[in-house]
């Protein structure tokens, strides 16, 4: 029984200090009606567990009344109404409105003065009241960048110039020596190319040290397929030095894509099947090199064969270089070899501008020829192109707005004469996102060949999986096309996503005088796996003058793989 007595005296006891603990009040009034309603508009808290709670209460709301203008404000009384209710009773007196905050033009610069002021002139900047603190804020950031971490600003000299207006002093002190990066330190990935940090990052030794400036620089990170920043950077100032820590580490950049497709053959009915296979490796000598190797069979006896080796900024310069060779036969009628040796200039970490020369020669497999559509030639071309990359923080879809176009002048020659001709050559891509699931996706490609007379073999070829779907891969040959190609996506979380196939194109080939538009519609899925991006299209394709046969539907099939 006692035992009983003591268990329920304890829970009483404990309970009912809980109780009184939290059931104190504040309310605050004006000395004035109108006051008072100023008053009920601020957000401050109302229930406390003891007094020092509320007396903290208190001046926190007399500090927003400060920061609202009200500078002469101050309690009256506080007091307990009753044993569970304080009253704060402030007085708000005057409301300024406005500042002039009088300053030293040698510290601050105009055009940063536009950005803040509603009035400037060569003595004072004019500010609303309410905007102090954000303003003084902004222009600390602003001498920070001119590599003076380590400024402070304050009001002094705080007068009354009218009933709505104060005035007042900006003092700056920045007497400290201009900062500058004189160390940088990769830590994680010591073998990061150094070059990339000059030339793509914009970050080197001897200049004006800014940390806002570097965290947005080491962001472009991302777009860069071979290394991934850990966290940001850090800083360790001393007395004489400043030296700057990124913290990065070595990613997964080499890749392996294939895919697999098939379709009916419109004149066997019989099942065919064609297929790639396309390796790209990158910065495996951590010089940010990197070497592509693509190899294409498909179902019309057609065999594609391309190699790529980018180098970039060749002896520790902006310049790179890019080498290729593309071989391409159509079964046994005609082969045709494409070299090229290209210098680029990264302008930043988004564009680069090309610039180069173009060999390219065509030889007829026929051991008759009955046509004259086909023939031997040799082509030289000067080579110009720019491209932009804007990256994406998405693993499906890493990169957001991609821009090429490459313009080529030079000269055809066959055993007959030399011609002059203009090849030009555009693909772009960009990724609307609507919100975090659904996004549309957009590209064009397309290409041009200007010229006086054309042959066969010299013709652009497109179709397929990374042209226009729901065709055979290279099946169309065209003097001139543009391919548009539409996707709907629905991501179901950050590995699977689903899309709708609306393609179009229209094209010209001017060896069979042909004008043509074509459709094609499907869709698709991705997945992203432990093994990569699994991607499945279905798509059906035809001429505008046709109906739809399913029998012409393609169905193609690739994986990406990381590693």
């Given at each position: 029984?006692?035992?009983?007595?003591?268990?329920?005296?304890?829970?009483?006891t404990?309970?009912?200090?809980?109780?009184?603990?939290?059931?104190?009040?504040?309310?605050?009034?004006?000395?004035?009606?109108?006051?008072?309603?100023?008053?009920?508009?601020?957000?401050?808290?109302?229930?406390?567990?003891?007094?020092?709670?509320?007396?903290?209460?208190?001046?926190?709301?007399?500090?927003?009344?400060y920061?609202?203008?009200?500078?002469?404000?101050?309690?009256?009384?506080?007091?307990?109404?009753?044993?569970?209710?304080?009253?704060?009773?402030?007085?708000?007196?005057?409301?300024?409105?406005?500042?002039?905050?009088?300053?030293?033009?040698?510290?601050?610069?105009?055009?940063?003065?536009?950005?803040?002021?509603?009035?400037?002139?060569?003595?004072?900047?004019k500010?609303?009241?309410?905007?102090i603190?954000n303003?003084?804020?902004?222009?600390?950031?602003?001498?920070?960048?001119?590599?003076?971490?380590?400024?402070?600003?304050?009001?002094?000299?705080?007068?009354?110039?009218?009933?709505?207006?104060?005035?007042?002093?900006?003092?700056?002190?920045?007497?400290?020596?201009?900062?500058t990066?004189?160390?940088?330190?990769?830590?994680?990935?010591?073998?990061?190319?150094?070059?990339?940090?000059?030339?793509?990052?914009?970050?080197k030794p001897?200049q004006?040290?800014?940390?806002?400036?570097?965290?947005?620089?080491?962001?472009?990170?991302?777009?860069?397929?071979?290394?991934?920043?850990?966290?940001?950077?850090?800083?360790?100032?001393?007395?004489?030095s400043?030296?700057?820590?990124?913290?990065?580490?070595?990613?997964?950049?080499?890749?392996?894509?294939?895919?697999?497709?098939?379709?009916?053959?419109?004149?066997?009915?019989?099942?065919?099947?064609?297929?790639?296979?396309?390796?790209?490796?990158?910065?495996?000598?951590?010089?940010?090199?990197?070497?592509?190797?693509?190899?294409k069979?498909?179902?019309?006896?057609q065999?594609?064969?391309?190699?790529?080796?980018s180098?970039?900024?060749?002896?520790?310069?902006?310049?790179?270089?890019?080498?290729?060779?593309?071989?391409?036969?159509?079964?046994?009628?005609?082969?045709?070899?494409n070299?090229?040796?290209?210098?680029?200039?990264?302008?930043n970490?988004?564009?680069?501008?090309?610039a180069?020369?173009?060999?390219?020669?065509?030889?007829?497999?026929?051991e008759?020829?009955?046509?004259?559509?086909?023939?031997?030639?040799?082509k030289?071309?000067?080579?110009?192109?720019?491209?932009?990359?804007?990256?994406?923080?998405?693993?499906?879809?890493?990169i957001?707005?991609?821009?090429?176009?490459?313009?080529?002048?030079?000269n055809?020659?066959?055993?007959?004469?030399?011609?002059?001709?203009?090849l030009?050559?555009l693909?772009?891509?960009?990724i609307?996102?609507?919100?975090?699931?659904?996004?549309?996706?957009?590209?064009?490609?397309?290409?041009?060949?200007n010229?006086?007379?054309?042959?066969?073999?010299?013709?652009?070829?497109?179709?397929?999986?990374?042209?226009?779907?729901?065709f055979?891969?290279n099946?169309?040959?065209?003097s001139l096309?543009?391919?548009?190609?539409?996707?709907?996506?629905?991501?179901?979380?950050?590995?699977?996503?689903?899309?709708?196939?609306?393609?179009?194109?229209?094209?010209?080939?001017?060896?069979?005088?042909?004008?043509?538009?074509?459709?094609?519609?499907?869709?698709?899925?991705?997945?992203?796996?432990?093994?990569?991006?699994?991607?499945l299209?279905?798509?059906?394709?035809?001429?505008e003058?046709?109906?739809?046969k399913?029998?012409?539907?393609?169905?193609?099939?690739?994986l990406?793989?990381?590693?």
């Amino acid at each position: 029984m006692q035992k009983s007595f003591l268990l329920f005296l304890y829970i009483y006891t404990f309970f009912s200090l809980k109780v009184n603990c939290q059931n104190l009040k504040l309310e605050i009034l004006g000395n004035t009606p109108t006051e008072t309603k100023i008053l009920d508009s601020l957000i401050y808290k109302k229930d406390h567990i003891d007094f020092i709670s509320i007396k903290t209460e208190t001046d926190s709301i007399q500090k927003q009344l400060y920061f609202k203008g009200y500078i002469e404000n101050n309690i009256i009384e506080l007091k307990k109404n009753n044993d569970s209710v304080f009253k704060a009773k402030y007085a708000l007196k005057r409301k300024f409105d406005l500042i002039h905050i009088y300053f030293d033009k040698t510290h601050i610069t105009e055009s940063v003065l536009n950005k803040i002021s509603l009035k400037t002139t060569d003595a004072y900047l004019k500010l609303r009241f309410t905007e102090i603190e954000n303003t003084l804020r902004f222009i600390n950031q602003e001498i920070s960048k001119n590599g003076r971490p380590f400024s402070k600003l304050k009001l002094s000299n705080i007068e009354i110039k009218d009933n709505k207006t104060l005035s007042a002093r900006l003092d700056i002190d920045s007497s400290e020596e201009k900062r500058t990066i004189n160390n940088i330190t990769i830590k994680g990935y010591d073998k990061f190319p150094k070059s990339y940090l000059k030339y793509f990052l914009k970050i080197k030794p001897n200049q004006t040290f800014n940390l806002t400036k570097i965290k947005k620089q080491t962001e472009l990170l991302q777009s860069l397929k071979f290394a991934q920043e850990v966290k940001p950077p850090e800083v360790l100032f001393s007395k004489d030095s400043t030296t700057l820590y990124l913290y990065l580490k070595k990613a997964q950049s080499n890749s392996f894509d294939g895919f697999l497709g098939f379709g009916t053959n419109e004149e066997t009915g019989k099942i065919q099947f064609d297929g790639y296979l396309n390796l790209n490796l990158t910065n495996n000598l951590n010089f940010g090199e990197s070497f592509k190797l693509l190899y294409k069979s498909d179902e019309n006896d057609q065999q594609t064969f391309q190699t790529n080796l980018s180098l970039p900024y060749l002896f520790k310069s902006p310049i790179g270089i890019d080498l290729a060779l593309n071989i391409f036969r159509k079964d046994s009628t005609f082969s045709t070899v494409n070299q090229s040796l290209k210098l680029n200039y990264q302008i930043n970490s988004k564009h680069k501008i090309y610039a180069g020369i173009i060999k390219e020669e065509s030889s007829n497999l026929l051991e008759q020829n009955t046509t004259s559509s086909i023939l031997d030639y040799t082509k030289n071309f000067l080579s110009l192109s720019y491209e932009y990359i804007s990256p994406n923080i998405n693993n499906l879809f890493p990169i957001k707005t991609y821009f090429y176009i490459e313009n080529n002048l030079g000269n055809r020659k066959d055993t007959n004469e030399t011609q002059k001709q203009n090849l030009i050559n555009l693909n772009t891509y960009k990724i609307f996102n609507l919100n975090n699931r659904n996004s549309i996706f957009i590209r064009l490609n397309g290409g041009f060949i200007n010229s006086d007379s054309y042959f066969d073999n010299e013709l652009l070829r497109f179709g397929g999986i990374n042209s226009i779907r729901g065709f055979e891969e290279n099946s169309l040959f065209a003097s001139l096309y543009g391919v548009i190609n539409s996707e709907y996506r629905f991501q179901l979380n950050n590995s699977i996503y689903l899309h709708s196939v609306i393609d179009g194109a229209y094209y010209e080939n001017k060896t069979l005088n042909l004008q043509e538009k074509l459709i094609s519609y499907g869709f698709g899925f991705g997945i992203l796996t432990k093994s990569g991006l699994f991607k499945l299209n279905y798509a059906n394709g035809k001429n505008e003058n046709l109906p739809f046969k399913f029998s012409n539907s393609k169905v193609h099939i690739s994986l990406t793989t990381v590693f």
